[in-house]
């Protein structure tokens, strides 16, 4: 199961002021979960480490520091994005929601994650 990844308005309001968005609109859009909230951080992740290693007197290795800090991911994530590298996929999809999963997983599960396991479960408190 893959972390799901949270935006802030202050994150939003770096993308729209990036792009020439207007802020309002973007915000509205945030509000109503209607932005890919992967896709705006690793925009912002490779926007700010170009505006680093340009305005600052950090090195590439500070500048990962940095936005690792700021957006809550470790640094091999930061050189994950920034090089565009391809994480290796787990193999395995739930043939219920297709969300990628182990192998081990897939094959302990008879397919099934462990989210759509639960739903099927109907356990009730």
Not at 58 to 70: H, M, S
Request: aromatic content about 8%.
């Amino acid at each position: 199961m893959s972390k799901k990844v949270e935006l802030t308005e202050k994150w939003v309001r770096q993308y729209a002021q990036a792009n020439n968005i207007d802020e309002e609109i973007m915000i509205q859009l945030f509000q109503n979960d209607a932005l890919n909230p992967a896709a705006i951080k690793a925009f912002l992740i490779k926007f700010n480490m170009d505006r680093i290693l340009k305005d600052t007197v950090l090195n590439k290795n500070q500048a990962k520091t940095v936005l690792a800090q700021e957006y809550g991911v470790s640094a091999s994530n930061i050189e994950t994005i920034i090089y565009n590298k391809k994480t290796t996929p787990k193999g395995k999809h739930c043939v219920i929601c297709g969300n990628e999963m182990s192998r081990y997983k897939f094959t302990t599960n008879q397919g099934v994650c462990d989210d759509c396991l639960i739903k099927q479960a109907n356990v009730s408190l």
